[in-house]
């Protein structure tokens, strides 16, 4: 008698990366603030990615004052060291621009709660740095689609996204930026 195989994929929800950026992140990580415990101040904390999940996805969102608010991202990965909290340094996995589009936020993706926003609906990679490619999923500004970065984490423990180019009432640029991932 022929056995059933049930072949599972886990479902898992939108998870924060990054909360509310009203101002550009300090500076990118540094010679001297690659290690976890030194990272830079203004940064944001890194995510710790959960078990298992190796396919990380990621889009953005925020307030757009008009059709060219743009932001820059760059994306850290963390490697666990033997014990834990201590962390391998931050490894460069990509780093690009974005803009938000016509796709409107009207409940947030995490909280539920009502909010006027707009998803990615451009991304670009200026760079990337990691062992396997790290694509962006877009078919162009105006496409009323979201965009999104997706890429194999091979392994990391701790995601850290560092945003430029977003600061509140500054011409052209993103107004509270934030940036959610999911994975599988």
């Known amino acids: 008698m022929a056995q059933k195989v049930a072949i599972v994929t886990k479902q898992l929800p939108w998870m924060k990366l990054r909360e509310k950026v ?12 690659r290690d976890f415990a ?4 203004g940064t944001g904390n890194a995510v710790k990615i959960g078990e298992g999940i190796n396919g990380i996805i990621i889009t953005f969102f925020g307030i757009a004052t008009d059709q060219t608010t743009a932001f820059k991202w760059r994306l850290y990965g963390y490697r666990a060291g033997i014990r834990e909290p201590i962390l391998a340094p931050a490894q460069l996995i990509a780093y690009g621009t974005g803009n938000l589009g016509d796709v409107a936020v009207v409940k947030h993706p ?3 709660a009502a ?3 707009y998803y990615a609906d451009y991304l670009t990679i200026t760079a990337q740095s990691w062992l396997k490619t790290v694509a962006v999923y877009d078919i162009g500004g105006a496409s009323g689609e979201i ?4 890429f194999d984490g091979m392994g990391i423990s701790h995601l850290l996204c560092e945003l430029t180019d977003c600061n509140a009432g500054t011409a ?3 107004d509270e930026l934030e940036a959610i991932y999911t994975g599988g």
């Open 147 to 150: 965009a999104r970065i997706v």
């Open 38 to 41: 030194n990272r830079n101040v």
């Open 172 to 174: 052209n640029e993103t």
């Open 110 to 112: 995490i909280s539920g």
């Open 22 to 33: 009203l101002t550009d992140d300090a500076t990118v990580l540094g010679l001297t603030t």
């Open 115 to 117: 909010v006027t926003a």
